[in-house]
């Protein structure tokens, strides 16, 4: 499989959505790229704004009612009561429980349908618990017509103040460590030369092993350092948003930011962490991060980080 030389799909990532955002007036190109990009004016989206969560880690065998699938219906009921609906909704890695088995993803796609259903910009990464063969099976429409690297999930979202790149860092499944390698890194690189029109926030499940707590770095990004080699000199690259450690942190690198947002599923210890989601608000010179909380009086809750771009 090689590098495609038009390789990004926008803001559509399926069949279902593809059709939904042509029938609302979003702009087809004859490359096959898809922009409802379009749509930044439009007065029913919020060009700013993107919901951000990971590690829904949603079991075939989760009563409904259970703490996991429910929280992950409370974002989901929150994004469906906004005004304005966000420019997209990213869902970055461990999807399913353990190993992604149907059932897991026939239950996830069960709690994401009404995101769909409402035409909202819905995309998901792969973590080290999902099996890529098996969601593309599941979630069919989620399997781009033309994927860039057919075996990677993979994709570019644009909004109006940035360029989200979602990368697919799952080695193997149940293998906790994860790896990009070399044609994704290639990928990557000349995609980011493709669009350096606006800021770049890198989207991967797995955290980097550097900038951030050591203790967390073996399982980690096995190919980090060739990241931030690739990442670094492109100065339009301002971000890298992880999951996998089930917690909250901020870090920096070579100044690109690192940040590591609250899984909706489950942590370690919740003395120390909680459950929960992201809503970022992007600007053209950095991106306002709140943390909600499932338990609605815990004390992150509407807390509000400012990330100020590298110049």
Do not use: C
Request: net charge negative.
């Amino acid at each position: 499989s090689g590098v495609h030389e038009m390789p990004v799909t926008l803001v559509t990532p399926s069949r279902r959505q593809f059709l939904r955002t042509v029938a609302g007036g979003a702009m087809v190109f004859a490359s096959g790229v898809t922009a409802s990009a379009g749509s930044f004016l439009r007065d029913d989206i919020d060009a700013d704004l993107v919901y951000l969560l990971n590690d829904t880690h949603i079991g075939e065998k989760h009563p409904p009612d259970s703490a996991v699938p429910s929280h992950l219906r409370q974002a989901v009921d929150e994004i469906l009561k906004l005004e304005r609906r966000p420019a997209a909704v990213i869902i970055n890695g461990d999807l399913a429980l353990k190993d992604g088995q149907p059932g897991d993803y026939r239950h996830l796609g069960q709690l994401i349908n009404p995101l769909q259903e409402a035409g909202i910009a819905l995309h998901l990464t792969l973590g080290n618990h999902d099996n890529r063969d098996v969601f593309y099976q599941v979630l069919a429409d989620q399997r781009p017509e033309s994927p860039p690297i057919a075996s990677r999930h993979i994709t570019v979202v644009q909004t109006r103040h940035a360029n989200f790149f979602l990368l697919d860092s799952l080695h193997e499944t149940m293998v906790t460590p994860g790896t990009l390698g070399t044609e994704q890194l290639a990928w990557l690189a000349k995609s980011l030369d493709a669009h350096p029109d606006r800021p770049a926030i890198i989207v991967t499940h797995h955290n980097p092993r550097l900038g951030g707590d050591p203790n967390h770095f073996p399982g980690g990004l096995t190919d980090s350092e060739d990241l931030w080699q690739l990442l670094a000199p492109r100065a339009h690259v301002k971000a890298y948003l992880h999951g996998h450690i089930h917690d909250r942190s901020q870090a920096t690198h070579q100044g690109i930011h690192i940040l590591n947002t609250p899984a909706t599923s489950y942590v370690a210890n919740r003395e120390t962490s909680t459950t929960g989601w992201t809503i970022a608000r992007l600007s053209a010179t950095g991106v306002s991060l709140t943390t909600r909380t499932t338990e609605t009086d815990h004390p992150w809750n509407g807390q509000v980080q400012e990330v100020a771009w590298r110049a």
